[in-house]
């Protein structure tokens, strides 16, 4: 639902269409940290 409310708003500038993809979990720069430190985590797991 985030996507899609992401390119909805990238598309057409839609306010609601923004408020809803704030509302459904923040920005793109805090997913990508998510991922990297999911990532960090599972090759420190692998290590031991």
């Known amino acids: ?3 899609f409310s992401w390119k909805y708003f990238a598309m057409t500038g839609d306010v609601d ?5 704030k509302e459904s979990g923040g920005s793109i720069g805090e997913e990508a940290s998510t991922i990297e430190e999911l990532s960090l985590e599972e090759e420190e797991a692998a290590a031991e």
């Open 1 to 3: 639902m985030r996507d």
């Open 17 to 21: 269409a923004y408020l809803l993809y």
